[in-house]
């Protein structure tokens, strides 16, 4: 079947402007999950949903970053006012129940903001 | 709160031969699992292996293995007769409840 899919692939953005990043996640997948990429780093968790609701928030930086998973399918990362710090690659990841299950990555959004 | 490290920033390894690439962990959990990721030019997170800490037995998937040392708190990966694909960036991952907790990540060289 499909893996994680992540659009777009690259994103170019001026400071102050608004991004939104999409996450297709596999088919089945409860479980959603958003980490963040800084260049020469490990990955750096964001946000975790199960089902519809954000289950663990604790990892999104500021009140600049949001996310949504409507029905409990696509989410979507939004960034408001962005800054040039927010310059990373987004990865976004699912696994089929939550908790310790295995996590199948995207192929993430590289956020370049001018 | 739980860390993971990778002392390694590089590692390089001639065609065929075997590497082992190292990982600690800190945490005050009894369970937990642990994971390698690969990551090639791509992007794109490939899972290697994973580690149940409740196994006693050492995960092995082909030419991978790990040697888990649950009461020194490491993980390392052991790659046998290495190959020219096996070039990427790899990473040490925890995970207790839901997140995964990356390490800094080893890049490994492969020598033709």
């Known amino acids: 079947g499909a893996g994680v899919s992540q659009t777009p692939s690259n994103k170019v953005t001026e400071k102050g402007k608004y991004v939104e990043l999409r996450c297709d996640p596999i088919?089945?997948?409860?479980?959603l999950y958003w980490y963040r990429q800084s260049l020469g780093q490990g990955p750096e968790f964001l946000i975790y949903f199960q089902g519809t609701g954000a289950a663990d928030d604790s990892g999104l930086p500021n009140d600049r970053f949001f996310a949504v998973r409507p029905e409990g399918s696509v989410s979507t990362l939004k960034i408001q006012r962005t800054e040039r710090g927010d310059s990373a690659v987004y990865l976004c990841?699912?696994?089929?129940?939550?908790?310790?299950?295995?996590?199948?990555f995207g192929p993430g959004t590289r956020l370049t903001v001018l | 709160a739980q860390t993971v490290t990778q002392s390694q920033p590089e590692m390089s390894v001639q065609e065929a031969e075997t590497v082992t690439l190292s990982c600690t962990y800190d945490t005050s959990e009894s369970d937990y699992y642990l994971f390698w990721y690969k990551q090639p030019p791509s992007r794109q997170m490939i899972l290697v292996i994973r580690q149940e800490a409740y196994k006693q037995q050492n995960a092995t998937e082909n030419r991978f293995s790990v040697n888990f040392q649950k009461a020194a708190k490491s993980f390392s990966l052991k790659i046998s007769d290495s190959q020219l694909g096996d070039a990427a960036m790899y990473f040490c991952a925890y995970n207790a409840g839901n997140m995964l907790t990356f390490g800094g990540g080893t890049r490994l060289m492969v020598k033709p």
């Open positions: 990841a699912s696994s089929l129940m939550g908790g310790r299950d295995t996590q199948y």
């Open positions: 088919s089945g997948h409860t479980a």
